[in-house]
């Protein structure tokens, strides 16, 4: 049987390299991605192994592409991306990569180095410009005798007036005459720099506390913001100066200064100096904006031409490193000439990896070729489904479960069909569908372009990864919305009604109790081509009556039918395993108890439906068509049927009484066969042969039969444990039939809520405006209209599509999956570059 159907077949391989080939066949077998190596050293630390040194450098090149990588995004260069994989670069190759690297990042950082000081340098001269034209304009100030303030500065006197309460008159700002010059120890002198603007009052105020106001204060705002080089960031500040007498003053406010970090710049004392100063400073200016321009047409010159190959760069250091990281799983010969190796293959891939490791030492230029072998081992092998991207998504679902046992059967086939279905009978709804199906298409046709813009975003990851099961989804539930006839809580009158209603319209508007009878010449004893008739929908008493009825019945029809499938996918298990024990005991007794029972249910639901009709006289009019539940829970009661109506019979059909008892003492009579045949068998068979039990991979025990599949080291199970395990089974499957029967009446539930969510919102959004008439009309319509599709999409299309889809998970879960399969497996892993370069982790890097 295909791989779509069951697990691949697996087998363990030795694998012998030389030395001077085993890199290109490693690389070789990475590009083809059907290899799982196991790892040959587990006790050895990863720091102690041959190619430790290797994946170092290797983590030492990535270290400096991501710093490449961050300077690139920092200036917005686009990074070339052509989508293709360069191969693995040969071990030579690596050490130009490296050379190639170190240039370019000690070629980086000196250009940012020098770009830093620079523009370090900037604005430092920047800065004292704006001193030096600051403090010009407070000395004039002063001199015009201005003691107002402008709309650019702010000033801050401090004086005797703050601690006793008096003014002592305008303060002269300037230096003292030579006659008149104080001893050192108090010479006039003042300091100047700049400041963070949100530091300031607090600047102030410790100024003011710590000099006791013996300082005199003046600052301005500097405009324009300027550019911290140590980050980039933008930030303001401010120009100020400081007027004090004494060195004991001067020490105490450069301390301030340096504590709320400050900068000082020096300032002549005379105009002609601070004018001849800003002159030269603007002149440095200019030269290093000539010089930073240059410096950083050089820096972007340099990332350019890195972003062309930074791509390439990665997709190379990232499969060397891969490379050696799987060399390290392997083990040295005595001679250290050869490498040995494990692995999982595919048996079907056995010759594809030949031809590889042959390509791989062609390209080494070894003369020994490599050995590839099988060898028998007791272990589970790895479960490996063949997956494409349509059913990869499927795939994905089943394994959300837990991977399939090695060969067991595999659902996801049979899900691409019946998920989507199952799916649908909740979401049936033309106009809803229509919208998923229609999403999914244009993700499906941008798949490529979709797919090439890589994003962290997980809620969009997943519903592009699940695009072909929302295109199916769309479309089943067009399908059933079409059995329904509900499109956005509406029909579609397509063929016409097949009902007359020949009363006047007040008589039906009029009266809500109305009803019309299919026995007579109301109905044409035709039913509508094609789903449900459209009459329906203008039914107000009786349509949630007459769509429970139909919903509730399809759905334990469904449900029935799923599930009886399932315990046929455990024969096939069975079978394949040559398991005849399962399948006398268990599998018999299974299918007996489930079609005994609600097989027999949904039988009775037929025959009521082409048995029983509104224009056929008694006994088989619908008047006298018995209850399926309460003639259901009569039969397992074993009790008697109610008194029909007169003229009616209390049985659908002739002997219905002895079937039924007869079918559920069967059913019955199934629960302790389940419950002791095996373990009984397996305890004769141990008295017969003196055999050891072995442990069967789903955890039965059995002796004398031959199970083809590969097992763990046989151990011995007691007799008891085999009990309690084939106790838990039959209870769990009894009670489970009753349980996961009743689970499928979800189906009926959802597709209700959802038909009446629909009709709500029309009837209470949608239809106020289009109820309206004139220009008003059409202006509410359009506001209307808006809120109802942003509730459509919202509520009914993205919840409640939420709500279904859960839903149909747990009914494959549980309910399907349940009967036959086991899930304790584990994934077949294999080397690929593709995976590694997806997910940007090596799989066998954990193993170190």
Known sequence: MGSLFRSEEMTLCELYLQSESAYSCVSELGELGLVQFRDLNPDVNAFQRKFVNEVRRCDEMERKLRYLEKEIKKDGIPMLDTGDSPEAPQPREMIDLEATFEKLENELREVNQNAEALQRNFLELTELKHILRKTQVFFDEQEGGLNTQTESMTKALITDEFRTGQSLGPVQLGF???????TEEYLPCFVAGVILRERLPAFERMLWRACRGNVFL????????????????QVYKSVFIIFFQGDQLKTRVKKICEGFRATLYPCPESPSDRREMAMGVMTRIEDLNTVLGQTQDHRHRVLVAAAKNLKNWFVKVRKIKAIYHTLNLFNLDVTKKCLIAECWVPVLDIETIRVALSRGTERSGSSVPPILNRIDNFENPPTYNRTNKFTKAFQALIDAYGVASYREMNPAPYTIITFPFLFAVMFGDLGHGAIMMLFGLWMIRKEKGLAAQK????IWNIFFG??????????FSMYTGIIYNDIFSKSLNVFGSHWKVERNSSEIMSNNYLQLNPATNEYVKDPYPFGMDPVWQIARSNKIIFQNAYKMKISIIFGVVHMIFGVSMA?????????????????????????????????????????????????YSSACAPSILITFINMVLFKEANKPPEGCHSNMFAGQGFFETLFVLIAVAAIPVMLFAKPWHIMQQRKQSNVQPIATSNGDAESGVVNQQPQGHGQEEEMSEIFIHQGI??????????SHTASYLR????????????????DMVLRNGLKQIGWGGGILLVITFSFWAVLTVGILVLMEGLSAFLHTLRLHWVEFQSKFYQGQGYAFQPFSFDTILETGANPNANEE
Not at 176 to 182: A, F, R
Not at 218 to 233: C, H, K, T, W, Y
Not at 587 to 595: E, H
């Open 176 to 182: 003292l005459d030579k006659s008149n010059e104080p």
């Open 218 to 233: 003046r600052q301005a705002m500097i405009e324009n913001a300027l550019e911290d080089p140590s980050n980039g960031d």
């Open 455 to 458: 994003t962290d975003n997980e």
């Open 466 to 475: 699940g695009r072909y099961i929302i295109f199916l989804m769309g479309c």
């Open 571 to 619: 024969y096939q298990n069975h079978k394949y395993f040559n398991n005849r024990i399962g399948i006398l005991y268990e599998f018999v007794p299974q299918i007996i108890f489930l079609c005994c029972l609600f097989g027999y249910m949904v039988l009775l639901m037929f025959i009521k439906w082409n048995k029983y009709a509104a224009e056929r006289p008694n006994p």
């Open 729 to 738: 089974h039959t209870i769990e499957y009894v009670l489970g039939s009753v």
């Open 747 to 762: 189906l009926w539930a959802l597709s209700l809520a959802h038909a009446q969510l629909a009709e709500v919102l029309w």
